[in-house]
């Protein structure tokens, strides 16, 4: 498991605990979906909040591209979001130096991973279109 594979898992994570929905403008979606993505208020540069849920929002394309070239504005939207003081919290701590070994990102991806199915299972229960993800591909042969 690699850092694309923690990233991956964490996204899924973050977007179901939204309720697949755009925290900024509350427009719905059907998932698997490229649409609502997870945004990160302190860049993914940051290793030490890359894996925060603190960090992470569920945000359609164009509230996500319209938040990242706002800087300020992100900040402030977060700050209401989230609350002064967990945005401070969280801009202090963005800074410090983290460094993952692969094992790392397998644990953060195993994590996310069972946070999604969580998730996944309280909001929507058993067989939801979702869990297709991670159910086993069967080929069929003919060769016995
Ligand atoms: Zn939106």
Redesign the pocket.
């Given at each position: 498991m690699s850092k694309a594979n923690a990233d991956k898992w964490f996204s899924w994570a973050v977007r179901a605990a939204a309720g697949w929905k755009?925290?900024?403008?509350?427009?719905s979606f059907e998932p698997p979906t490229r649409v609502l993505q997870c945004s990160h208020l302190f860049s993914r540069v940051h290793n030490v909040t890359r894996f925060h849920p603190d960090n992470a929002f569920a945000?359609?394309?164009?509230?996500?591209a319209?938040l990242e070239s706002r800087p300020p504005e992100f900040a402030a939207w977060a700050t209401d979001f989230m609350g002064a003081e967990k945005y401070e919290a969280l801009r202090r701590y963005h800074n410090r130096v983290a460094r993952f070994r692969k094992s790392d990102y397998a644990t953060i991806a195993a994590h996310y991973k069972n946070e999604y199915n969580r998730i996944t299972e309280q909001e929507y229960g058993f067989n939801h279109p979702q869990k297709l993800e991670n159910h086993p591909v069967v080929t069929e042969s003919n060769d016995d």
């Open positions: 755009c925290q900024k403008c509350g427009a945000h359609c394309a164009s509230c996500h319209w």
